[in-house]
């Protein structure tokens, strides 16, 4: 198990770097990955899944005593990315798959990988947890409403399936994760350790899926989507950071809602994108789960060195 957990350490450091090279090789080598795409439903329930064993009662507590911070990262997750993503595309006039795809990507909720970036930063962890736990548990409405009202124009978007979809593969694998790690604690605690790299191999199974599907369409306009994913990344990160400051949160929180917001579930993009629109609208959440995670290293990376104004403030007046 030892082994197994420096293994699961080493993947998810170079989790970027595993994304880049297991899509260059699907890419390039197309046909063996073309099966895996009718289990991509079955892989991000794997993956959240591990994440509802990571859960904690406490970090739902946070809601009751530090509401502003959660309620304004929601808002901020659900508003800021989905708008500029639209914009973004209409600004690239990008074609219709590509432009429901790249809204689609800004709809859905904060990525688990986010919480890594927002420790490493030395921002407010408990708040960057539970932005990712409840825009996680909101998604199933939250994702195709915004989804229907800003992308229909461009692709048909049916609500009610993929609402569907996301409790199949969201809410269900979660609270089954939670229910777990409640009531069988030992077996959750082992099975703990394995899932980091457990989740990476289906992340990668499930990007190097869409990749091969599109290997040709990606050689026309990998570009002006790789631009559009850069573009929509920073807005993220740059205007989260800014509407936690415009409600004077601490400069910890700031980092947290930065990062959170930036980082989206890019797995499940994919997976929405797959089986409610087409394969070719799942490429910009295939550029995002390489792209997000090396700017949210290189950006967390930055924090680190830099020392926070709040720091001195006792802990009882942090957030908990």
């Known amino acids: 198990m030892k082994q197994i957990e420096t293994i699961s350490s080493f993947a998810g450091k170079y989790f970027v770097f595993f994304v880049i090279g297991a899509s260059v090789f699907a890419f390039l080598q197309p046909e063996p990955f073309l099966p895996i795409a009718s289990y991509v439903p079955i892989l991000l329930g794997v993956i959240m899944f591990g994440m509802g064993m990571t859960l904690k009662p406490v970090d739902f507590k946070m809601v009751a005593k530090h509401p502003l911070p959660v309620f304004l990262g929601l808002v901020a997750q659900f508003t800021i990315m989905p708008l500029t993503a639209f914009g973004i595309a209409y600004l690239l006039s ?15 909720p904060g990525g688990t990988s986010s919480n890594v970036m ?6 407010d962890l408990p708040l960057s947890i539970t932005m990712t736990s ?25 609500f009610w399936d993929m609402f569907t979809m996301i409790v199949q593969v969201i809410i269900i694998p979660v609270a089954l994760g939670v229910t777990i790690k409640r009531f069988l604690p030992t077996f959750a605690q082992q099975t703990e350790k394995a899932m980091p790299l457990v989740s990476v191999l289906a992340v990668l199974a499930i990007l190097s899926a869409v990749v091969a599907a599109n290997n040709e369409a990606l050689a026309s306009t990998g570009f002006i989507v790789f631009f559009a994913v850069m573009l929509h990344n920073a807005a993220g990160l740059i205007l989260g950071y800014l509407a936690a400051a415009a409600f004077r949160l601490s400069p910890s929180q700031c980092r947290a809602v930065s990062i959170e917001i930036g980082m989206q579930n890019t797995g499940l993009g994919a997976t929405l994108a797959t089986a409610h629109l087409t394969p070719f ?6 550029f995002g789960a ?22 001195s403030v006792p802990p009882q007046k942090k957030s908990a």
């Open 290 to 311: 390489a792209w997000h995670n090396f700017t949210g290293t290189i950006v967390a990376t930055y924090w680190a060195r830099k020392k926070l104004d709040d720091e």
């Open 281 to 286: 609208a799942a490429i910009p959440s295939v």
């Open 118 to 123: 927002v420790y490493l930063a030395k921002g």
């Open 134 to 158: 409840f825009s996680t548990l909101v998604a199933p409405i939250a994702t195709p409403a915004i989804l229907y009202i800003l992308a229909n124009q461009w692709m048909p978007v049916q």
């Open 94 to 108: 990008l074609p219709p798959e590509l432009a429901a795809g790249l809204v689609l990507l800004g709809s859905v």
